[in-house]
């Protein structure tokens, strides 16, 4: 189990594999971003596009489950988290494309309220099958400590 006592500025980790599929691209975007350019090779194909892309939230759902991939094979004292900052989606991802993460610790701090945990900054990159980076954003997880004794 990695607490918050464990976890030191600069600690990279990379993980993950997604497989983006055409239905699941589909599927999202009926539910939750109906814009044309996300449910149709027609209208994709008259904007940037050029094809059928995802949607920029469907890429921080699908790096999403690769995290929770990563704390279920590598657990940690998680206790959620306070949010995100910064937020980019850099690149399209379209199906066929094979996504990947990476994750670097940028800061740690103990609560000053609640000394049973603290908060730790990391920046997350998402990568396609090309190494191209889709996705950025800051985290600020709520990680627990190491209990006495």
Not at 85 to 111: A, F, H, N, Q
């Amino acid at each position: 189990m990695l607490y918050f006592d464990d976890i030191q500025p600069g600690m990279k980790r990379s993980f993950g594999r997604y497989e983006v599929t055409r239905e699941e691209v589909l599927d999202f975007a009926r539910k939750y971003d109906p814009q044309p350019f996300h449910l149709s090779d027609e209208a994709a194909a008259q904007t940037h596009f050029k094809r059928l892309a995802a949607s920029g939230w469907h890429t921080c759902a699908m790096t999403m489950a690769m995290f929770v991939e990563e704390m279920k094979a590598n657990p940690q004292a998680s206790l959620g988290a306070a949010g995100i900052d910064e937020l980019r989606w850099l690149k399209p991802v379209y199906p066929g494309d094979v996504l990947r993460c990476e994750t670097e610790v940028l800061e740690v701090t103990p609560s000053r309220s609640r000394p049973e945990m603290g908060s730790v900054r990391s920046q997350m990159r998402t990568f396609n099958q090309d190494d191209v980076q889709v996705l950025s954003f800051i985290s600020l997880g709520l990680i627990g400590r190491r209990p006495a004794g």
